[in-house]
């Protein structure tokens, strides 16, 4: 009686593993379709780099050191600071 029991629980848990499996994965693609949440004030890449290129527009320093805060600029503008 007692194997006959231990057959059936392991052939029941066997059955459900995969059902919990799938349901995690559908809940999971229900969570992480969709659009991500937004950072308060934070810009699209081609907004960052807009605004700061006018921020820097007629800044008297090299073309590399301008690439270089306009980089730092952006990410910081992606952000949200």
């Known amino acids: 009686m007692k194997v006959l029991f231990s057959a059936i629980a392991l052939a029941a848990a066997v059955a459900f593993v995969?059902?919990?499996a799938g349901a995690q994965?559908?809940?999971a693609k229900k969570i992480?379709?969709?659009q991500p949440a937004?950072?308060?004030k934070a810009k699209t890449e081609s907004q960052a780099r807009r605004d700061c290129q006018r921020q820097f527009r007629?800044?008297?320093e090299s073309?590399?050191?301008l690439r270089i805060k306009i980089n730092a600029c952006v990410q910081e503008g992606m952000q949200g600071n």
């Open 18 to 20: 995969p059902v919990s």
């Open 25 to 27: 994965e559908r809940t």
């Open 32 to 34: 992480l379709s969709g």
């Open 38 to 40: 937004t950072l308060q």
């Open 58 to 60: 007629g800044a008297k």
């Open 63 to 65: 073309k590399s050191a």
